[in-house]
């Protein structure tokens, strides 16, 4: 019973992947344009991710990396989330994933750095 949402999770995600995997997003027209990139032309922390999940999907990690680093650090962070739920389940105990606000306001911290860095010209490198 405890393997349910982890499980459920996994699968949610995995035909997520499988589904960006198969549709690829370089070409026009199969996915909407980012509303901030179409309205000011910045790059949001997430443009290029839908770029960096097909790239990961196909096993490109190179491109993957350029497309959104972030989004490659967060699909590792999710994965290591995913096999400590899918151990303790398997034990029948439960996962508690306890955050602090310090953490948070870290990550926010890193993802508007981030996001002004790749706007800006010497961090062209980050941009999708």
């Known amino acids: 019973m405890w393997l349910l949402a982890p499980l459920g999770t996994l699968a949610g995600v995995a035909a997520a992947f499988a589904y960006v995997g198969n549709v690829d997003p370089n070409e026009p027209g199969h996915y909407p344009v980012c509303p901030l990139l179409r309205f000011t032309g910045v ?41 400590l739920w899918l151990v303790r389940a398997f034990r029948g105990r439960p996962m508690r994933l306890a955050v602090s606000p310090a953490w948070w306001w870290g990550i926010g911290a890193v993802l508007a750095l981030f996001t002004l860095v790749r706007n800006l010209p010497f961090g062209s490198a980050l941009a999708p």
């Open 43 to 83: 790059f949001c922390p997430g443009c290029g991710g839908l770029r960096s999940a097909h790239a990961v999907a196909h096993g490109d990690l190179g491109a993957a990396l350029g497309f959104n680093a972030v989004a490659v650090a967060g699909y590792a962070v999710f994965a290591v989330v995913m096999v």
